[in-house]
């Protein structure tokens, strides 16, 4: 079975910097194209980016210029780096591979199972 690893949150003052990281075990890394997501309090679990297995990223408006995804094949991991932090932010990420919807961009996760999320704080 597939297992979602995150990790690298934490509690960080508005403007400040965070590097997130997702290892995905028991899955072909390479061949997916892989997202990360987010959930606030209260709130409905959100697309924050994406990473094509070329690398190539697209992302939510919200977090254009400030948050970039990169991925590493050989250590199956994606990262999430997020810069200029707004408490906005704060939320739980979770990374997950991404499949085509049925408009046929990326945008629907594919492995059932989430992983624990790792939780963002941004105090202002």
Known sequence: QVELVE?????????????????VYRSIFSLNTMGWYRQAPGKQRELVGIITKDGNTTYKDSVKGRFSISRDNAKDTVYLQMNSL???DAAVYYCNAMGRGSDGTYSRPVFQSWGQGTRVTVSS
Not at 11 to 23: I, M
């Open 7 to 23: 990790s690298g949150g934490g509690l960080v003052q508005a403007g400040g910097s965070l590097r997130l990281s997702c290892t």
């Open 86 to 88: 707004q408490p906005e």
